[in-house]
């Protein structure tokens, strides 16, 4: 039996004879010589055999029933699945008819009955042997077309790199490093293009000569060191090409290591960045330009207030109006809290970007008020904690027992300050964590000396501040010139985000309140910029704090229908209006510009109108100069309700005839206020005293008014909240006065919440 098939398998041959006496005969006789031996009795059977289970042999009868052995080999050879398998004819036909026939239906052999074993053995060992050589051929070929195949490509890839070296912009250079004077061996078409060299005239001549006319520069004694210890560098300097023209040149070298990690070639990437340079040139002018212009900011910026404003407008009022429903959960009145307190600073950047242009001129004044240094922590990290969490971020507020909660400096400053250095913490972290450190010790060595007095002669105390983030770190050359304007580190220019002049305006805020401010980091670990500032403290008492607001529900009894109209080209900013005017009782009407004002005006005679300056088809100007020159219009109350943030605009508005001026985005009690002024409209307000409501139970507690209770409570709370006691401190709180019942439910949230651990940190405080 042949060896040379895989050895893994046994070697299966099927025996097709329609004679049972052949079968068993054959079959032991193959059994034997361990053949794996199948059978069929006729043509049928047979090919359901081969298809299902292919052998590598068939003993093939002639004369059966059906399909003779020729048409099963016929059959089989044309099938391209089989058509491989050797078919050895075995019959007692003898006639050279017969065999011819045997072969062209595609038979192997051909072997007549009565047989001689040996015979038979032979001829399917040779057969055998044949296919086997065959199949190892066949092997052969398709390695040899795959190794084909595989230079082919190879060959490809060199043919379209050497395309691509030759037809680079760049200049390619390639030079022995083995050689004295590195001689260059091959340069590109891009360098015949840079240089106006040809090819043929440096091969051969020194690799540094490509900087000859400029050695003076430090640069090219870069480059020769660089080639001296086989180390990579990049270098600018300025050079000539042939035609005897200047042009700045920028060098790349990199060394070619050979299999034993010896350098063998260098390879230099040559680029003509005369343009880069000349566009850095005009970057300098035209910022001088910018610089000259600035006279052209004060309408810019007065244009881009009222399009600021006037979205806000609708953020703020929606957000009042939701709050004003009595079906929102506790969670959800948080969210519109933080909502509400965003877009409130948000407003104050606007109101105060007209006086950033003050900073260069040395005009800018420190605005100090007093305030609970907490609570705009608290606010900072509301404002924050959402956009953290969508990046997966962790943040972190730190802050020590020993920190004053009350304190002297411009709150609007210290806030825009937090707040730019945070955003830009989490914008350029994009995993891990943001944390901000407050304690009141001073760990600078940049102070600055205190510039301005005391109002009671105190010594001031410094506040230090640290926020920390797991970013992309910023390069040492970057630091240097962080605090420039206009500048951005590589971080920023990739995610092309940000004005350059964060960092700037905030290092003058931080100087304006007695500190200074400087950065640590680690490329690809994170940043830390640290700054202090000098306060004085403040007593509570001298603390603003939010009033209690009644909140107006509906129009007192026993006064007339008002009627109200609301002009304003925005749909958001009207449906506002309405919705938050006539569930009070007010019949509201709108209109979308000046000239269908007038048309209602004149038909509908309202009370008050709430009247937009700016709008398409006719302006609240022209309007409102037509109705007040009639003797109807006299007594038609005109509210200018404008999203313009300059001061000259309310004269400019009420020299147009209007009654009153209003910015967007408003507050509700606002506009209740002064319609009340100007109509004596009467209100029914909601008794609840919000103070409680309007505050989440973090603020609640923070705000000190655990020491309402007596000191003993306030142990038993603080170990029920170290045992983890939850039903001993849902006891205590049953212990609380009825006039303090939002503590006890701030207290509850916290249990149900699982936020023991706020509890002993807030007692430790006390």
Known sequence: MSDLLSPSEPIGILVVDDTPENLSVLTQMLSEQNYEVRVAPNGKLALQSIRSKPPHLVLLDINMPGLNGYQVCETL??????????????????????????????GVDYITKPFEAIEVLARIENQLHMRSLQLQLQRQNEQLQQEIESRQAVEEYLRILKRAIAESIDGIIIAEARVENYPIIFVNNGFE????????????????????????????????????????????????????????????????????????????????????????EELVRAKETADAANKAKSTFIANMSHELR???????????????????????????????????????????????????????????????????????????????????LELIFEREKSLPQYICTDLVKLRQVLINLLGNAIKFTPKGFVAVRTNPSPVTSYQLPVTRQTTNNQQPTTICFEVEDTGMGIA???????????????SGEDIQEGTGLGLLISRK????????????????????????????????????QKTTKHRVVALADRQIEYRILVVDDRPSNRILLVKLLQPLGFKVKEAEN???????????????????????????????KYIKRTIKGNATVVIALTASALEEEKA???????????????????????????????????????????????DLLDSGILRVMPVPWQERLYQAAVDLDDEQILALTAEIPEDYSDLAKAIANLVNQFRLDKIIELIEKI
């Open 77 to 106: 050879k044309a099938d391209p699945e089989i058509c491989d398998i050797p078919v050895m004819f075995i019959s007692a036909l003898h006639e050279p008819i017969d065999k011819l026939q045997g072969f062209q239906a595609g």
């Open 193 to 280: 293009r840079i240089t106006g060299y040809r090819r043929e005239e440096v091969l051969g001549e020194d690799f540094c000569g490509l900087a000859a006319s400029d050695r003076e520069n430090p640069n090219f004694q870069k480059l020769q060191q660089a080639l001296a210890t086989r180390e990579s560098c990049q270098v600018l300097f300025q050079n000539y090409r042939k035609d005897g023209a200047q042009f700045w040149s920028e060098l790349s070298l990199s060394p070619v290591h050979d299999a034993q990690g010896d350098v063998t070639h260098f390879i230099g990437i040559q680029s003509d960045v005369s343009n880069r340079i000349s566009v850095k």
């Open 310 to 392: 006037s979205p806000l407008n609708a953020i703020l009022g929606f957000s009042q109006l939701m709050n004003r429903s009595k079906e929102l959960s506790q969670s959800d009145r948080e969210n519109i809290n933080i909502i509400n307190r965003s877009g409130e600073h948000l407003l104050t950047l606007i109101n105060n970007i007209l006086d950033l242009s003050k900073i260069e001129a040395g005009k800018t004044i420190l605005q100090p008020v007093n305030f609970d240094l907490y609570g705009l922590l608290d606010d900072v990290e509301d404002m924050f904690v959402l956009q953290a969490e969508n990046k997966g």
């Open 476 to 490: 040492p050359e970057e630091r240097d010139r962080l605090f420039e304007a206009f500048m951005q580190t590589q």
């Open 509 to 544: 805020f931080i100087r304006l309140m007695g500190g200074d401010i400087g950065v640590r980091s680690v490329l690809g670990q994170g940043s830390t910029f640290s700054f202090d500032i000098q306060v004085e403290l403040a007593p509570a008492t001298r603390v603003s």
């Open 594 to 624: 000046g000239k269908q004002a007038l048309e209602i005006w004149e038909t509908w005679d309202p009370h008050l109108i709430w009247m937009d300056m700016r709008m398409p088809v006719m302006d609240g100007y022209e309007a409102t």
């Open 652 to 698: 400019i508005v009420l020299s147009a005839g209007c009654d009153d001026f209003v910015r967007k985005p408003f507050r509700e009690e606002e506009l209740f206020e002064t319609m009340a002024k100007h109509l004596g409209v009467h209100y029914v307000y909601d008794d609840i005293d919000r103070h409680f409501q309007d505050r989440s139970d973090r």
